[in-house]
């Protein structure tokens, strides 16, 4: 698919961290399947990841923590 952000790259299976920010929870999310557009490294993720990621940035949020990093698990 061509990379709706810069119009120019295509994109291709690969992995992306994910950086998430809600109220004073930052999550790092690492090694997040997507398709990465090899030009400008825009990322797009399927809704099983999104939603595994919004999971695992909410488990953060109401743990109190302040910065968490974690490595992706489906």
Known sequence: MHCAICRHGETLAGETTVTLERARTIVVIREVPADV??????????????????????????????????????
């Open 37 to 74: 557009c090899e030009q400008c490294g825009e990322y797009y993720l399927d809704e099983k990841a999104t939603a595994r990621v919004f999971a695992l940035a909410e488990e953060a949020v109401q743990r109190h923590a302040e910065v968490e990093i974690l490595r992706y698990a489906a």
